[in-house]
């Protein structure tokens, strides 16, 4: 069994900075892609960023050049790093995981941008 946990949300003053995290856990051979994605109260859930098992990354325009994502193949663990933080930036931040062409998701963080 596999299980993704994010961590690192909370609340969040408009131009200030988190870092997500996403722990990947159980049986689970390589993992290719890691991605986030993320929720708004009443939106379909939308891509925010990805990145390859050797590093290559991409970002939705939304976030580009305000977003890293990064990851540590050795732990299994990836990471966002959300800098210039928007209100519009407010949602349920959700890790996914693919592996042996199966996606894993975890159940979210809540990411709260005070204006």
């Known amino acids: 069994q596999v299980q993704v946990v994010e961590s690192g949300g909370g609340l969040v003053q408009a131009g200030g900075s988190l870092r997500l995290s996403c722990a990947v856990s159980g049986s689970i051979f390589r993992i290719n892609y890691m991605g986030w994605y993320r929720q708004a109260p009443g939106k379909q859930r939308e891509w925010v960023a990805t990145?390859?098992?050797?590093?290559?990354?991409n970002y939705a325009d939304s976030v580009k050049g305000r977003f890293t994502i990064s990851r540590d193949n050795a732990k299994n663990t990836g990471y966002l790093q959300m800098n210039s933080l928007k209100p519009e930036d407010t949602a349920v931040y959700y890790c996914?995981?693919?592996?042996?062409?199966?996606?894993?998701w975890g159940q979210g963080t809540q990411v709260t941008v005070s204006s």
């Open positions: 996914n995981a693919n592996s042996n062409r199966r996606d894993y």
């Open positions: 990145i390859t098992r050797g590093g290559n990354t």
